[in-house]
C-alpha cells in the first residue's frame, strides 16, 4: 500500500493511497503525518486506516491523469553517504583525479564504526515527481544519485519508503571533501517521490530493487540497477546515528546512499530526463535543467 499526494482541482495538494490492486482514493486527512497520528491515536495500523478508507469509498481516481506532487512535505532530507562499495570506489576516483594511487578518507569512512551522514535539504529546495532537477552552473561533472530514502519520525522510527535523487558534483567534491555542502545543496537538487511505501507493508527492505536510467534527445544514455542488500551497514545503524542527540523532526528523510554511478566520463545535461524507479514505490521522473543565473557570470 502506498501513500501518495497530487494536486486537486482547487490546486490543493490532496493526499491519496493506492491500494495493493493500483486503485487511487483521496484520503480525508491533510498530510502523511496527520494520518500517522491518526492511527497512532486510535491504536491502529495506517493501513488499517488506510484499508477503511478504501473499502468505503465511492470515488476512485484514476493515476495516469494526476498530477502528483512530494508526498510529503520533508522539513529535512539527510543522507548517508559511502554506504556501498561502488560509492566508495566513485569517491576514491574523484578524490584521486582517477589516479586511484591512495587509501582516501572514503575508504576510512566505509570501514569505520560510524557512517557519514550529511544534511542534504530543505522541504523548499526538494521537489517531486516532473520537477526539474537543477543544475549547478559552477560544475562540470554532475550525476543523480539514485537513493531509497526512509521516512521516520521525531523518534527514528521507519514509517515508510521512498525513492530519491541525491543530485551530486563530482568535481566540486572530489576538489575538497571540505565542499561537500556545496556539491550537495543547492536549488531543487533533491528529489523525492513519487509515493511513500508504507513499512508495514515491506517484510524486508533489503530486497528493493533501485534502478536508475538517464534519457537523452529520447535515447536511453544510462541505465543501472542495485539492491539494496548490497548496503555495508543496516538501515536501523543509519538512522540510530542520524537521531542520536538531535532534534529531528516528523516526516524527515533519510536517503541510505548510492550504489549506482554513471560512468565517469558521464555528466548531466540540460534537458535529460532522470528516472529512478524502486519496483512497489514507483518510477521518480525528472527532467534536469541549467540555472539561467551562473555564478560565474555574476563573479
Ligand atoms: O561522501 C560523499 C557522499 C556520498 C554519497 O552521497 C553517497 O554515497 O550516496
Ligand atoms: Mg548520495
Not at 594511487?101 to 551522514?117: C, G, L, M, Q, W
Not at 523525492?192 to 530486497?207: K, S, T
Not at 551497514?233 to 524527515?252: A, I, M
Request: charged share 25%; net charge negative; glycine share 4%.
Amino acid at each position: 500500500m502506498r501513500i501518495i499526494r497530487y494536486v486537486n482541482d482547487q490546486n490543493q495538494k490532496q493526499l491519496a493511497v493506492i491500494s495493493d490492486e493500483n486503485k487511487v482514493f483521496d484520503l480525508p486527512f491533510p498530510d502523511f503525518m496527520a494520518l500517522v497520528n491518526f492511527a497512532r491515536e486510535n491504536n491502529r495500523s495506517v493501513i488499517q486506516v488506510a484499508t477503511d478508507v478504501i473499502e468505503t469509498a465511492n470515488t476512485q481516481k484514476v493515476l495516469e491523469t494526476l498530477t502528483l506532487t512530494t508526498p510529503i512535505d520533508a522539513p529535512e532530507v539527510w543522507a548517508a553517504g559511502v554506504t556501498y562499495e561502488k560509492s566508495k570506489e566513485a569517491r576514491n576516483y574523484e578524490a584521486t583525479q582517477g589516479k586511484l594511487d591512495s587509501t582516501t578518507f572514503y575508504d576510512k569512512v566505509y570501514d569505520a564504526k560510524r557512517p557519514e551522514i550529511f544534511f542534504k535539504s530543505t522541504s523548499a529546495r526538494t521537489v517531486g515527481p516532473n520537477d526539474p532537477v537543477y543544475l549547478r552552473s559552477d560544475s562540470n561533472w554532475q550525476i543523480p544519485e539514485p537513493e531509497l530514502g526512509l521516512v521516520i519520525d521525531q523518534e527514528g522510527t521507519v514509517l515508510g519508503y521512498i525513492a530519491g535523487n541525491d543530485m551530486s558534483c563530482r568535481d566540486i567534491e572530489g576538489e575538497n571533501p571540505l565542499y561537500l555542502p556545496q556539491a550537495k545543496i543547492w536549488k531543487n537538487s533533491c528529489a523525492i517521490g513519487p509515493a511513500i511505501l508504507l513499512a508495514d507493508a515491506v517484510e524486508d527492505p533489503y530486497e528493493l530493487k533501485i534502478i536508475c536510467r538517464i534519457f537523452r534527445d529520447g535515447e536511453k544514455v544510462f541505465e543501472g540497477e542495485a539492491q539494496v542488500k548490497q548496503l555495508k551497514r543496516s538501515l536501523d545503524e543509519l538512522v540510530h546515528y542520524l537521531v542520536l542527540d538531535n532534534d529531528v523532526f516528523d516526516g524527515t528523510v533519510l536517503m541510505t546512499g548510492t550504489c549506482i554511478v554513471p560512468p565517469n566520463e558521464f555528466t548531466l545535461n540540460d534537458q535529460d530526463q532522470i528516472e529512478i524507479e524502486i519496483p512497489r514505490i514507483g518510477v521518480l521522473s525528472n527532467p534536469v535543467k541549467s540555472q539561467s543565473l551562473s555564478v560565474t557570470n555574476v563573479l
